[in-house]
């Protein structure tokens, strides 16, 4: 039988373009008059022709053709009209052998770029060699035989009916369905909203759409679940210190109500931070810190920025942070010189817990760490000063550091 495998142009093809003896098996189902048997005929196979020549009737009384016509291929019924009624009536005996021409991605010599249909039923069926069809055709298989290969049961196409979308829609209307899908892409970090056209297992149609905001919302935070809430923070921001100073303050008063930032409230966060955002870079342009400040609320917020501030103001102006390390005191560092100016050294909690400071040489090692600084300038900074003025004669080292000003940002010290 050979291989009647009409190009891409050629729309549905005529009747004559089908393998010789195609409908013989209509002819030989209609001899048997209704409810008759044959013994060499499988009935299963019998009630498929059945529907099939009965679609092709209906089909043919709707085109205004006689049955005859198309089951003999008489002259009152043109090519077109008899091409387009053979179509629908394969696709209602064989709604499963609907596919679209790929190349193979199977691995093997054999058949590696070879070209088969992904089948609508969701497998797949082997084309011949000299088939000439494009990749992303849409076609039915009009004659298809199952046999064993090295693959095991292996369905082999020899002629297929080119396929219109139009067509498969009058067909097969019903099984026809849209889907709508909304996923976060890992590789890109951003979410994809999808629509399509499916028939069973095939994908007709596919279109990227703007898709619900919810939606796509909860999709990048699902999708953005696993990174910590520090890669999605905006430059400047501090999420990992605003959770430490929450912390801090919610194991020294309870009575404040303080999130514990548990799994749940963190997921929440990044639900509130990816409203209205698409991608990893829409929520980073935006940062988290509104999002987390939010889970407070008014009173909490206020009594955090007060008993456990983030920062504090050094006497030349420059901004020192405050870390809230768990389990441990708050702590400062900055060079020595920078807390000239300051009697006492800074205090949360309402001045009732101190920061232990760390002051830095101009080199920026550890020279004292204390909780005391007004015990520092009086009994350590003499003898350290010496040593200082030594080792680092370009800087300034005053005798009453608690009343002089500190050296200006970004100079010699």
Same mark, same amino acid.
């Given at each position: 039988m050979g291989h009647a495998m009409p190009g891409p142009g050629s729309g549905?093809? $005529?009747?004559?373009?089908? $393998?010789?003896?195609?409908?013989?098996?209509? #002819?030989?189902?209609?001899?048997?008059?209704?409810?008759? *048997?044959?013994?060499?005929?499988?009935?299963?196979?019998?009630?498929?022709?059945? *529907?099939?020549?009965?679609?092709?009737?209906?089909?043919?009384?709707?085109? =205004?053709?006689?049955?005859?016509?198309?089951?003999?291929?008489?002259?009152?019924?043109?090519?077109?009209?008899?091409g387009r009624v053979l179509t629908l009536s394969l696709l209602a005996g064989f709604p499963d052998r609907v596919g679209r021409v790929r190349r193979s991605i199977l691995p093997g010599l054999a058949r590696a770029g070879a070209l088969e249909l992904a089948l609508s039923s969701g497998g797949t069926a082997d084309l011949p060699a000299d088939a000439l069809l494009p990749e992303g055709r849409l076609v039915i298989a009009a004659d298809a035989t199952e046999r064993a290969?090295?693959?095991?049961? @292996?369905?082999? @196409?020899?002629?297929?009916?080119?396929?219109?979308?139009?067509? !498969? !829609? &009058?067909?097969?209307?019903?099984?026809?369905? &849209?889907?709508?899908?909304?996923?976060?892409?890992?590789?890109?970090?951003?979410? #994809?909203?999808?629509?399509?056209?499916?028939?069973?297992?095939? @994908? !007709?149609? &596919? *279109?990227?759409? /703007?898709?619900?905001?919810?939606?796509?919302?909860?999709?990048?935070?699902? =999708?953005?679940?696993? *990174?910590?809430?520090?890669s999605l923070a905006a430059e400047r921001e501090d999420p990992a210190g605003f959770l430490a100073r929450v912390a801090f303050l919610r194991g020294r008063r309870p009575d404040l109500g303080l999130p514990a930032f548990d799994d749940d409230d963190l997921d929440a966060v990044r639900r509130d931070a990816c409203r209205g955002c698409r991608s990893l870079a829409d929520v980073r342009r935006r940062g988290v810190q509104e999002a987390l400040s939010a889970r407070l609320g008014t009173g909490p917020r206020r009594a955090l920025d007060a008993l456990a501030p983030a920062t504090f103001r050094l006497a030349g102006g420059r901004t020192l942070r405050i870390d809230y390390p768990?389990?441990?005191?708050?702590?400062?560092?900055?060079?020595?010189?920078?807390?000239?100016?300051?009697?006492?050294?800074?205090?949360?909690?309402?001045?009732?817990?101190?920061?232990? !400071?760390?002051?830095?040489? $101009?080199?920026?090692?550890?020279? /004292? @760490?204390?909780?005391?600084?007004?015990?520092?300038?009086?009994?350590?900074?003499?003898?350290?000063?010496? &040593?200082?003025?030594?080792?680092?004669?370009?800087?300034?080292?005053?005798?009453?550091?608690?009343?002089?000003?500190?050296?200006?940002?970004h100079r010699a010290r």
């Open positions: 549905a093809a $005529p009747v004559s373009d089908l $393998p010789d003896g195609f409908l013989d098996p209509v #002819e030989t189902v209609a001899g048997l008059g209704a409810g008759g *048997r044959h013994a060499d005929l499988d009935p299963a196979a019998v009630s498929v022709v059945r *529907r099939a020549a009965v679609h092709m009737e209906a089909q043919a009384r709707r085109a =205004g053709l006689c049955p005859a016509a198309v089951v003999q291929g008489g002259s009152g019924a043109g090519p077109g009209d008899l290969g090295a693959r095991g049961q @292996v369905l082999r @196409v020899r002629s297929a009916r080119p396929l219109d979308d139009d067509d !498969l !829609l &009058e067909g097969r209307f019903d099984e026809v369905r &849209e889907t709508i899908e909304v996923r976060f892409l890992p590789g890109a970090d951003r979410v #994809e909203s999808v629509r399509r056209l499916v028939y069973d297992c095939l @994908v !007709l149609e &596919e *279109r990227p759409f /703007q898709g619900d905001p919810a939606s796509v919302a909860d999709a990048l935070a699902a =999708g953005l679940r696993d *990174r910590p809430i520090a768990a389990g441990e005191p708050p702590s400062a560092a900055s060079r020595l010189q920078d807390f000239f100016g300051l009697a006492r050294g800074p205090a949360v909690m309402d001045g009732a817990l101190p920061v232990v !400071l760390h002051l830095l040489s $101009p080199g920026g090692r550890d020279v /004292q @760490v204390t909780t005391d600084l007004a015990g520092f300038w009086e009994r350590h900074y003499p003898s350290l000063a010496r &040593e200082l003025r030594r080792r680092y004669p370009r800087h300034s080292w005053p005798d009453d550091p608690a009343r002089s000003a500190p050296p200006p940002p």
